[in-house]
């Protein structure tokens, strides 16, 4: 592999944003389906995955230097892409730290090792921000919701958000469990948690409070009593990079404290 690498393919959406928040947009020749920040990226590169099937073929055409992909859901397209020859990096973040890992990484492998900490720095600095301007705030009991059928709550980087923001997890021995089946949990679990907010999303289908709210025995959960059930867009929050750890942390902090 050329360094640093001249043709990236980027099969995940965090390092699709990393790269152009580093101002390397221009080694990106192909990107995830999924991918929508920046907005300009829907129009500037070729769509060549979804996020659990790629178009193998199409990559392989690209003549792509690097491929960045995304834990054991892609284990299969990376596998197909190391048998083509190709030069494969695969992350697997799953918290915060690993989060800001992740982007020191992609710093390092396109040759921008320092500004890729001073990024990852920046966001260091903002978290520890967010965390003292809450501090002393009562902090509400917070559900949140990853699917909805069945429910799964959240995954870790968004458990520690919520703890960032100044909410408490009803679920955070869950958090650690990185695959979504491990964290389904019973409707009669999460109404005996008495959540004071429902943080919604719904990993890329919309919202609708409605079906939350007719839940049977759910009415008499504060949250829905007190109408705190918010949505935050998948894009935001459910991807393991800079969204969640700006965007995504902002609209928490206005879910919990803002009314």
Known sequence: MAFPPERIVCLTEETVETMYLLGEQD??????????????????KPRVSAFISADIPKILALEPDLVFTFSDLQADIAAALIRAGVHV?????????GILAMIRTVGALVGRANEADVLASTYERRLA??????????????????????????IGWVSELVGIAGG????????????AKDRIVAAEAVLSKEPQ??????????????????RPGWSRMPAVRDDR?????????????????????????????VR
Not at 27 to 44: D, F, H, L, T
Not at 89 to 97: C, G, L, S
Not at 141 to 153: A, G, K, N
Not at 234 to 250: E, N
């Open 27 to 44: 080694r990106i020749v192909g990107v995830s389906g999924y991918a929508v920040r920046p907005p300009q990226v829907r129009k500037e």
């Open 89 to 97: 990096h695969a992350f697997n973040q799953r918290d915060v730290a």
């Open 129 to 154: 921000e967010v965390a003292q301007a809450v501090r002393g705030r009562p902090r509400p009991r917070v559900f949140f919701e990853e699917w909805d059928e069945p429910l799964i709550s959240g």
């Open 168 to 179: 408490d997890d009803v679920f955070p021995e869950l958090a650690a469990q990185k695959a």
């Open 197 to 214: 907010v429902i943080l919604a999303s719904w990993c890329g289908k919309k919202v609708v409070a409605d079906r939350i709210r007719g």
């Open 229 to 257: 059930i918010v949505e935050i867009k998948s894009a935001m929050i459910l991807q393991p990079g800079p969204a969640a750890l700006t965007d995504g942390l902002d609209a928490i902090v206005r879910a919990l404290h």
